[in-house]
C-alpha cells in the first residue's frame, strides 16, 4: 500500500525551523495499531491524518499522533494540515472535523495562515512535585484539569536556561509544562515540555499557545501579541483572542513530499 506523504515544518518561513509534522492524506481510516506504527516510524512530534468527511459537518477528519500516543489537540500538526489541504485544493479556508477538540478551521492569510483553536483557560494553582523539577522556581503556576501547565518566569533568560528533569517529569504523566515569561524581541516566550507525551522539548506548541493566549491577554490587558518558543528550532507566532477561540497565525514550508509504503 503507498500512501501520500508530506513533510512540513509548522510556524516557520524557512525549513529547519519550527516544528516538523507529518501530514498523510487517505482515502479511508486505517486500523489504529498501523495509524500509531506509522506515528512511531515518522518519529516527529506529530504525524496528522486526514480522510474526506462523509458527516458533511466538516471538509475533513483529522487525528494527530505522537510516537507513543493518540493525543486530543494539536495545533502545529493541524497548521501543517490546513497548508497541505489548502496547497492542494487552491481553497482559502479548510474545516476539520477532530474527535475531541471539535471543528477546526485553518484559513489562508496573505503567505500563512490563520488557525483557530479552542481558548484554553487556565487559573492559579500549585504543583511543587513538577516546580521541582523544571530547574527553577516559577514566579506562578497557572493550570487547568486537562493536563496544561503554565510556568511564569520573570525574564526570558530564565526560561532559555531551563534545564528540567525530564524522566522525572515523564513520571508525572502526559502533561504539558508550559515556562514563559516575557520576550525580549516578541511580547512572549516560551517553552514547553511534554515527557509524557513522548517528546521531551516540542518545537513549537500550538494547542500551548491556546493556553498562553488566554493567560497572557489577561495579563497584558489586550487581545492579541507575539510569541516565540525558544526550542532550539525556534517557532514564531501571533496569538489573538477571539471570544472562546485562540487564533494562532503563522507559516509553513513543505520540505518533503513523497510516498510511505505499507506492506
Avoid at 486500523?31 to 458527516?55: G, R
Avoid at 497548521?79 to 482559502?92: M, N, Q, R, T, Y
Avoid at 504543583?127 to 522556581?137: C, D, I, M, S, V
Amino acid at each position: 500500500m503507498k500512501l501520500p506523504y508530506w513533510h512540513v515544518d509548522a510556524f516557520a518561513d524557512r525549513p529547519f525551523a519550527g516544528n516538523q509534522a507529518a501530514v498523510m492524506p487517505l482515502e479511508e481510516w486505517l486500523d489504529d495499531a498501523i495509524l500509531q506504527a506509522v506515528a512511531e516510524e515518522n518519529n516527529f512530534a506529530e504525524t496528522a491524518f486526514v480522510v474526506k468527511d462523509a458527516s458533511g459537518e466538516s471538509h475533513h477528519e483529522l487525528r494527530w499522533f505522537t510516537p507513543t500516543e493518540e493525543v486530543r489537540l494539536c495545533g502545529h500538526a493541524t497548521l501543517a494540515s490546513g497548508h497541505v489541504l489548502l496547497s492542494l485544493s487552491g481553497d482559502e479556508r479548510v474545516a476539520l472535523r477532530t474527535r475531541k477538540a471539535g471543528v477546526l478551521e485553518v484559513r489562508r492569510v496573505g503567505a500563512g495562515y490563520e488557525l483557530a483553536l479552542p481558548l484554553i483557560r487556565t487559573e492559579p494553582g500549585e504543583w511543587t512535585a513538577a516546580t521541582a523539577l523544571l530547574g527553577a522556581e516559577p514566579t506562578e503556576v497557572w493550570l487547568d484539569p486537562e493536563g496544561y501547565g503554565i510556568y511564569l518566569f520573570d525574564r526570558e533568560e530564565q526560561v532559555r536556561a531551563l534545564t528540567p528533569d525530564l524522566r522525572k517529569l515523564e513520571a508525572l504523566g502526559n502533561d504539558q509544562f508550559i515556562c514563559t515569561a516575557p520576550g525580549t524581541h516578541t511580547d512572549v516566550v516560551s517553552r514547553v515540555f511534554v515527557p509524557g507525551g513522548g517528546v521531551d522539548e516540542d518545537s513549537f506548541t500550538g494547542s500551548a499557545h491556546s493556553a498562553l493566549t488566554y493567560f497572557w491577554t489577561e495579563r497584558l490587558g489586550r487581545e492579541c501579541f507575539t510569541a516565540f518558543q525558544a526550542s532550539k528550532r525556534g517557532g514564531h507566532a501571533t496569538c489573538r483572542r477571539d471570544g472562546d477561540k485562540a487564533v494562532l497565525s503563522g507559516r509553513c514550508v513543505t520540505v518533503v513530499k513523497g510516498s510511505f509504503y505499507l506492506p
